[in-house]
């Protein structure tokens, strides 16, 4: 496999605090070198339901997550093993739930915590963290920046085909302070300041980059439900794919068989919706 691909999943955004306060992200698409759509998340708008329909492809009705409290290994054939099926290396700097979900469940904090497993049939690298002891007063989120150079490091020494980065920061932030408020405000404008430097770092390293969230936030900083924003968020895609028109909806179901296609792998039988680049 020779091409290469790095998912970036900011946790609870909605689409509209993406598009108001991610300067840098936006002059990106202002001047052309990526493109924006509204991406819409599964049902329920919980994260970790929402961590496992992005790489399975399949519904929480079909997977069996149903939220937060329900994490396990997925039976499913998910984005992680199809890439290595097609001969490529894998990395994710995660919460811990996406270790659970494609690599072994339960999540031992000292095996897992840290990992390089070359003849992994999913993730080849992990970096984990676990975030005990989160709560509305003590967030336990690490910095994002030690996360994105966190990635960074895995791209370097492994040469990694496909990556994947997920954050909790704003998804905390949003939980305590809701989304519509001056904490909020400056807490995405400093990750769109630590992001930013790294795209071009990425771009340079030969990735195509989808930055997204994996669900929206309303103004009581809930998600789950329905509502649309608690499950609309945007999707930033820097590379060379051909997309659909502006203004069209991204389902989430689409993201695994995306990737997949991207990175010249096979979709599994299960992921059944119809990629959204080419």
Not at 64 to 79: H, I, S
Not at 97 to 115: C, G, K, L, M
Not at 250 to 276: C, H, K, N, V, Y
Request: hydrophobic share 35%; proline share 5%; with cysteine.
């Amino acid at each position: 496999m020779d091409r290469k691909l790095l998912l970036i999943i900011l946790d609870g955004v909605p689409y509209r605090n993406f598009r108001r306060l991610f300067g840098n992200l936006e002059g990106w698409v202002a001047s052309g070198e990526a493109r924006v759509w509204k991406h819409r998340s599964v049902l329920p708008s919980t994260s970790a339901s929402c961590y496992a329909s992005i790489h399975t492809g399949v519904t929480p009705q079909e997977h069996g997550c149903t939220g937060n409290a329900n994490v396990f290994r997925l039976k499913q054939d998910d984005v992680f093993a199809q890439v290595r099926k097609a001969g490529g290396t894998t990395g994710a700097v995660a919460h811990s739930f996406w270790s659970q979900f494609f690599n072994r469940s339960p999540f031992d904090v000292v095996r897992d915590i840290e990992y390089d497993e070359p003849e992994s049939t999913t993730i080849n690298h992990g970096r984990f963290h676990t975030m005990t002891g989160y709560g509305l007063i003590n967030q336990m989120t690490p910095s994002d920046v030690d996360l994105f150079g966190t990635l960074t490091n895995l791209c370097t020494r492994f040469a990694l085909n496909y990556g994947m980065l997920h954050t909790c920061t704003l998804d905390s932030m949003g939980h305590r302070f809701f989304h519509d408020c001056q904490e909020m405000d400056h807490a995405c404008f400093v990750m769109d300041e630590m992001l930013a430097p790294f795209i071009p770092r990425w771009r340079a390293m030969g990735y195509e980059v989808i930055v997204t969230a994996d669900h929206g936030q309303d103004e009581r900083g809930h998600h789950g439900g329905r509502d649309p924003l608690q499950q609309e968020t945007a999707l930033y895609y820097f590379g060379a794919g051909q997309g659909p028109a502006a203004g069209e909806v991204i389902d989430q179901l689409q993201l695994a068989p995306t990737i997949l296609s991207r990175l010249g792998a096979p979709a599994a039988e299960t992921m059944r919706a119809t990629p959204f680049l080419r």
